[in-house]
Structures are given as structure tokens and as C-alpha cells.
């Protein structure tokens, strides 16, 4: 099994900051893709960043420039470096761990971010 652990969501005005982490535990691997989607009510979640075993980062269009995504390998953890937030940010954020070996996605629990204008 894997537990995916995330923290450091919110409530931030626009333009601020927030960093969000995910900490995997259990059947994993230091290498294994992991990445953040976005949920708002509603609606189907939505690729936000991914970064791949070898530190490969893929963006949405709406955050290229503004978020980075990055991985501590040692800490098997994940983080989402959130910058010049804005409302339309504001979402549950969703942090996933792909076992490809398993064909199989863990997800995280949700984080709320909320980006007030």
C-alpha cells in the first residue's frame, strides 16, 4: 500500500504564497512519478504540475511561470511551490504517486488552497 500525506494549504490573498508537500510512505519507490491536480466542486480534477522519476516537470498552461514543483528523493516527498496566487488558484489540490510497475494511481486526501481577491 501507499499513503500519500499533503500540508500546506490555506487561505492567502492574492499575489501571496503558499507551499504545498506531500509525503509518500509505504510500497514506493524514491523515482516513482508524482505530481498535483486541482478539484473545484464540480468539476473533473485537472492537471496542475507533474514531475517525473528522472526530475522531468510538466506545468498547466495557467501556472507555467508562477508554480514549481519539486522532489526531495530522500525525503520521498513532493512539494508545489505556489507564487503570485490568484483566486481563480483557489481549489482542493490533490497530490498523486503513480506505480506503474502496479498500473496503479494513490492519491492524497486534498488540500484547500483559497486565493481571496
Known amino acids: 500500500q501507499v499513503q500519500l500525506v499533503e500540508s500546506g494549504g490555506g487561505l492567502v490573498q492574492a499575489g501571496g504564497s503558499l507551499r504545498l508537500s506531500c509525503a509518500a510512505s509505504?510500497?514506493?519507490?524514491?523515482?516513482?512519478?508524482m505530481g498535483w491536480y486541482c478539484q473545484t466542486a464540480g468539476k473533473q480534477r485537472e492537471l496542475v504540475a507533474a514531475?517525473?522519476?528522472?526530475?522531468?516537470?510538466n506545468y498547466a498552461d495557467s501556472v507555467k511561470g508562477r508554480f514549481t514543483i519539486s522532489r526531495d528523493n530522500a525525503k520521498n516527498t513532493v512539494y508545489l511551490q505556489m507564487n503570485s496566487l490568484k483566486p481563480e488558484d483557489t481549489c482542493v489540490y490533490y497530490c498523486?504517486?503513480?506505480?506503474?510497475?502496479?498500473?496503479?494511481?494513490?492519491w492524497g486526501q486534498g488540500t484547500q488552497v483559497t486565493v481571496s481577491s
Open positions: 514531475i517525473s522519476s528522472g526530475g522531468r516537470t
Open positions: 509505504g510500497s514506493i519507490f524514491s523515482f516513482n512519478p
Open positions: 498523486y504517486l503513480d506505480r506503474i510497475d502496479w498500473n496503479r494511481r494513490y
